[in-house]
């Protein structure tokens, strides 16, 4: 069987809604073959994260040659990442690997305020990551962080998306999820802008909607569907995953990835 293989840098999360297990349920529905390098380990679940565990980045780096060595992924997608020496780390591997098809979700903070993200990671995570991306996934809040200005509505999204693809080659896709006029997504590159129109759905149970989405447009790279198409599937995807949600837990609950 011919099947396309997937790999997930991230952080695992232990309610399994989100991160690693987030990823990988996604990959699964996507029937593609999923693979995981952990930089972080956390303790959360629906009401948020409890403590987190950066693995040492000698273990990062040996996940990430026996994944490139024996098993080369079809596509790449990258969340949870820690530090700045986890993403030198991963971008020199990367490098060396020539991993395509990268997808970045630059997570910074959990929905419930938990740092994902050490404030000084910024740069390594624009300098070293970012340029070898096809596809990033900011929200509002990372977008504002990433272009240094403030987002209240789609021209601002606009102005910031314009101003974080200096640093890429590919593809922006700033989620609209948080913004109060609507929750359209942008997709921008230097040379196209589309909007992706969505509903707001009423619903709670959102824990892990990016790490979703994200796996979902890298799920759809693999399988050699273009850049538009995949994040247009990859968004209806995750509407369907948040319209299933589950309500499992005391907090947010987590999507549904099958159905
Ligand atoms: N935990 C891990 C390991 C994550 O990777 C993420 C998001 O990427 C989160 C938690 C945050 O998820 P949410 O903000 O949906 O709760």
Wanted: charged share 25%.
């Amino acid at each position: 069987m011919n099947i396309k293989k997937l790999l997930t840098i991230a952080g695992s999360d232990s309610s399994g809604g989100a991160g690693i297990q987030a990823d990988i349920k996604t990959f699964s529905a996507h029937k593609v073959y999923g693979m995981s390098v952990i930089t972080a380990v956390t303790a959360q679940n629906t009401t948020g994260v409890k403590s987190v565990y950066e693995l040492p980045v000698e273990m990062i780096r040996n996940q990430m040659e026996s994944v490139f060595t024996d098993m080369p992924p079809d596509a790449i997608k990258t969340g949870m990442l820690s530090n700045p020496e986890i993403i030198e780390c991963i971008s020199e591997g990367l490098l060396r690997h020539k991993g395509s098809n990268l997808v970045v979700d630059p997570v910074m903070v959990s929905t419930s305020g938990h740092r994902l993200l050490s404030e000084d990671a910024l740069s390594a995570l624009k300098d070293h990551l970012f340029p070898l991306a096809r596809v990033i996934t900011p929200n509002i809040y990372e977008a504002e962080i990433l272009s240094g200005g403030k987002i209240s509505n789609k021209k601002d999204m606009v102005d910031a998306a314009m101003e974080i693809s200096n640093k890429l080659d590919g593809w922006v896709v700033i989620k609209g999820g948080h913004l109060k006029e609507c929750c359209d997504d942008l997709l921008y590159s230097k040379d196209e802008k589309l909007w992706l129109k969505a509903r707001k759905i009423n619903n709670k149970n959102t824990h892990g909607t990016g790490c979703t989405l994200s796996s979902a447009i890298a799920s759809n790279l693999a399988l050699g569907i273009g850049v538009k198409k995949s994040v247009f599937k990859a968004k209806r995807y995750v509407n369907s995953a948040i319209r299933e949600g589950l309500d499992l837990g005391e907090g947010r609950g987590p999507l549904l990835h099958h159905f």
